[in-house]
């Protein structure tokens, strides 16, 4: 076959071009127009003629070329591959890239500006694909290196706990081990009541701290306290219960307690038990030696308030804030009072209930009130069982 | 880095008074460069980029205190100190106008009168307020920037980078001329597009003359007819240019306005 030159048709090729063609007067009315861009647009002649390139854009885009493209076409009397928007009639966006060139006098007056668009759908997809990949890779990272910053912190925490636990549970341990010794040397003499007595107290304070561990565990990795509520059980021997166990630990403590409880809350008997028990450690640990601990309990149709003070030197103001984080104690010390557990625990259990744990401090004493509502709202027939 | 160097200080002519030259959101002080040289002759003139903008100390852009237009003005005070200006002549395209308003509030003794130049002291319409824009247009305008920079800065590179077609034009400045960094052009979008200042123009003391366009979708003629009721004294002449641009669209109509004033 030959290639026929056949005259190439000006007038179509203007008219049918593979682009689009807008011809804007001085002052930047369209005054002509192809029909490819008709075609793409879906606008008809009326919708176009007299209109300014800034109508047929979106907001955004008329902002930014009457800011930017329109100044830059007066002084350059030209630009490339600008990216726009343009509202077909349809509503839709047909995303485009213009480039325009002014035809000038000799004198320098604007005859008209050439504007041609191309369709730019697919170069527009993959730059906003670009982008998307760029916002997410720094997404990624920023995720990356908080995680990373988190394990650190963890990893720290642990190794810190690790030491810390291995002291704590040392010195009890230890009471224990020389209690067995001396029962196995001097066997049953009149020392051995109070030799068992030493050895159940260090018993009963590595249990705690187990105890302790074990809701660590459980709390930290957000399973939340999971709580075993008992509807109307009377909470007065559950309280008498954990002050006798501490009594019986600590005999040369006085404490005195003060209970007057009218109506028995729904709670969880054990975890309450368990920050009774946690509060009273605490007192016993920094409380003076020879000051009474005191405990008072009262309970009502609306609040339950349980507080536990000691005397001794108050906590200084800037750890008040401190007191429920775990491992408050910061670094191991030689005369381990514990890992800095017990409050963090208490103030746990007392969120579970909805309730809360407050601290005042002072030369006086030191007082710690856990306090929570026993308005029940998740039963309707148990809240007068105990009367 | 001088104050000078900072926002790429340009100064010519000579008179006894000076003309301070303030370009807009977008683009530079090549904004003037058809308005400027006419007053040569009778006036000191000073042209200046803001900080992030063509070819100021972008390492001075700091977007906390750029986060409003209050920074901007701070920076005209101190242009205005160091080049020990008295009664001089600000004149602000666009942003810039309400700029040049807060600069004369803080230190009235620098500006005697102020041009404004397509002024919007708020461009968010607001309960009988008419700015122009909804806020979800703007919302829309400052989220296509920040999705969409890339697309800008793609499609502005070759632009701004091209052949010259027009010689008179230095390659410096088609190479600066209206590039902004697309992050800084966001946050100046933020600044601008977000600012409500009705409140200030009741505090301007200068003289005060507006140029208002025709079918200016950024400012338009209601929102020009409100800073001219709200600034004392101000005058407000209608251009008959259209666009947000005379100073580039119809220059002499720009300077006999400004003649006829200063």
């Known amino acids: 076959m030959s290639d026929q030159l056949v005259p190439e048709d000006l007038e179509d090729l203007y008219e049918n071009a593979p682009c689009g063609y807008l011809s804007l007067s001085p002052k930047g009315r369209i005054v002509k127009f192809n029909g490819t861009f008709c075609r793409w647009t879906g606008l008809r002649p009326e919708d176009l003629l007299e209109k300014r390139l800034r109508d047929l854009l979106n907001v955004s885009g008329a902002i930014f070329y009457e800011t930017h493209f329109a100044p830059l076409l007066r002084m350059q009397g030209f630009f490339d591959e600008v990216a726009l928007d343009i509202i077909k009639a349809d509503g839709e966006l047909l995303p485009v890239l213009a480039n325009a060139a002014e035809k000038r006098t000799e004198a320098g007056d604007v005859l008209f500006t050439r504007v041609t668009v191309f369709r730019a759908h697919e170069r527009r997809r993959y730059e906003r694909e670009l982008v998307n990949a760029q916002e997410t890779e720094r997404a990624a990272r920023l995720q990356l290196e908080k995680a990373n910053a988190a394990l650190q912190a963890d990893a720290e925490l642990r190794e810190q706990f690790i030491a810390v636990l291995g002291h704590d549970l040392r010195n009890p341990l230890a009471a224990v081990d020389a209690g067995l010794g001396q029962l196995l040397k001097r066997g049953f003499s009149e020392r051995t009541p109070t030799i068992l007595q030493l050895m159940q107290r260090s018993v009963s304070r590595m249990s705690g701290l187990i105890e302790n561990i074990l809701d660590l565990a459980r709390t930290q990795h957000g399973d939340g306290m999971v709580l075993h509520i008992e509807h109307g059980r009377p909470l007065e021997p559950t309280l008498t219960q954990v002050i ?3 009594q019986a630990a600590w005999p040369e403590r006085e404490f005195s307690v003060d209970i007057r409880i009218d109506h028995n809350p729904p709670v969880d008997h054990v975890r309450l038990a368990q920050l009774v028990s946690n509060l009273l450690g605490n007192a016993v640990t920094h409380g003076a030696q020879d ?19 000691n005397g001794g030197k108050p906590i200084p103001a800037e750890m008040i804030g401190e007191l429920f984080k775990p491992f408050r104690r910061g670094s191991v010390k030689s005369n381990a009072k514990g890992l800095g557990l017990g409050l963090y625990i208490a103030n746990q259990i007392a969120e579970a209930h909805c309730g809360r744990i407050d601290v005042m401090s002072d030369a006086t ?21 105990d009367d | 880095m001088t104050i000078l160097q900072r926002n790429n200080i340009s100064i010519d002519g000579s008179g006894e008074r000076t003309i301070v030259f303030a370009h807009g959101f977008g683009c530079d002080q090549n904004m003037w460069r058809f308005v400027e040289p006419s007053f040569r002759g009778q006036f000191r003139t000073v042209l200046f980029d803001h900080v992030g903008a063509g070819r100021s100390d972008h390492s001075a852009y700091n977007p906390r205190k750029y986060a409003t237009l209050g920074g901007y003005a701070a920076d005209v005070v101190e242009i205005g100190r160091e080049l020990g200006l008295k009664d001089a002549v600000f004149v602000g395209h666009s942003v810039s ?15 005697s009168d102020l041009v404004m130049v397509g002024p919007s002291p708020r461009y968010i319409d607001d309960a009988d307020y008419t700015g ?5 247009q703007i919302e829309e305008l400052l989220a296509s920037l920040a999705d969409n920079h890339m697309g800008w800065s793609a ?14 034009l230095s390659e410096e400045l088609t190479n600066s001329f209206c590039r902004t960094d697309p992050e800084i052009a966001k946050q100046f979008a933020r600044a601008t597009f977000t600012s409500d200042n009705r409140a200030d123009l009741r505090n301007v003391t200068a003289r005060t003359l507006i140029l208002q366009c025709r079918d200016d979708i950024i400012a338009a003629e209601e929102v020009g007819e409100y800073v001219h009721r709200e600034v004392a004294g101000s005058q407000i002449v209608y251009l008959d240019a259209s666009g947000h641009c005379p100073n580039l669209s119809a220059p002499q109509e720009v300077i006999n306005a400004m003649d006829a004033f200063v």
């Open chain 1, 244 to 246: 006798d166990e501490q």
């Open chain 1, 291 to 309: 000051l009474p601990i005191r405990i008072q309990a009262a309970g009502n149709q609306e609040i339950l308030e349980v507080s536990v003070s």
């Open chain 1, 365 to 385: 004493e030191t007082r710690f009130t856990f306090s929570m509502s026993t308005i029940d709202r998740s039963s309707n027939n148990t809240r007068d069982y």
């Open chain 2, 97 to 111: 106008a309400m700029i040049g308003a807060l600069a004369q509030i803080e230190a009235p003794e620098l500006f």
């Open chain 2, 132 to 136: 122009g824009f909804s806020e979800a």
């Open chain 2, 155 to 168: 499609a502005m590179a070759p632009a701004i980078m091209g052949n010259l077609e027009k010689p008179e």
